[in-house]
């Protein structure tokens, strides 16, 4: 009865902010509840509904939470000496800066790493050198959700593959994301030098550790205590936080000021994940549903088709406009509701990768959005440019990885 009540503070919530939310927003959560209730008189059962929005509970403490993570990362010392090696690298390995720089702040930052790379393009730079900066920006950040926790892809996967632990996903996708890193410099950087890349590594070791100890401190307590994946980061953070605000006093009014001014804004995130829960909880569990889809999934498809409709169901969409936390999560949700026999740990990278490539080249992402914003480039010349050639290849990359992965340990 509680869960019931709770969760329909959390749909009176997303009403309230539906009307300032995004036109993107606005059309998908239609389009889901729409199919929601058609599915709901139809063939599914009401409870279900419920259900998902019960399931979303856990968001609307995980979303404030990244947001204040962020807010005290942008503060740190470490993070503004990271920003200004990054600035001063030469021109020659500025876009490898920006790629690498946009990784490792991304992994914690999310969007909030464009406004820090940013800062290595010159003011008076051309606009192709603008593109191409907003670019290896947008390949850096997106491909840090392949490994890391702060990312809400991640968090979505947890909850549908809660048996994948931490220790197994991280490293896995750290590996992940350095190959995605591997490929995107062999493709782009001219010219290529292994010094620039050590430049730019180099440059990025005051943050760098510093993200290092708060994985490693999500991964220890998602391995030795039974917390969750959400549980885990839901726990070590805010402790995170306030260790670096009693170290810095003078931080807590500003982190605390950006993070409520944060969470008026974040009705957008919370009715994606909501619309994308409640269809995906309503159609998985909905007989007729199940019987049409369930010989396809549970061993009618072999599992390297699984895994390259896992990321191709996120990315083709997202090219024009539908957010992947939405095709993605459905369709991880409606394949976990049956026996579809894929090692967890490779469809969770999967759903990750779908996630971070569909992402790069959505013209309706808010990293787009933000990345072209920072960068003064229209969002479309980023999201229609060279990057739809390189998640075609990682997505070429990743399936036969994936693939392997499955069948060595299944």
Known sequence: MLDHIVAGGLLLFVLGTLPQARLETKVLVGIGSTVTLI???????????????????????LLPTLKMTREVARLMPSVRKSQDRLAALPDSAADVGITIGATVFGAVLNTGSFALVSAVVPADASDDRRRSAACASMRGMSIAVLWSPFFVGFAVAGTYLPMVQLWEIIPFGFLCVCLAISIALAMFARPFSFGAVGAALASLQPIAS?????????????????????????????????????????????????????????GDDLALVAIAIVVGTVAGEADSVIVHVAPLLEGGLPAPVLLAMMIGIQLVPAIIGIHPIITGTIFLAALTSLDHGVLPLALYEAMLVGWGLGAMVSIASLSVVTAGSMFGVPPARIAISRNLAYVIVIWAVMVPILSILHYAFI
């Open 210 to 266: 510093r993200l290092g100890i708060a994985a490693g401190m999500v991964v220890l307590v998602g391995t030795f205590t039974p917390l969750s994946t959400l549980g885990s980061i839901l726990v070590v953070m805010p402790l995170l936080c306030l260790i670096q605000c009693v170290r810095r006093p003078d931080a807590l009014r500003p982190v605390l000021e950006k993070t409520a001014e944060g969470i008026k804004g974040l």
């Open 39 to 61: 599915l709901i008189f139809t063939i599914a059962d009401p409870e279900a509904a419920w259900r998902g929005l019960e399931r979303t509970l856990i968001f609307a403490g």
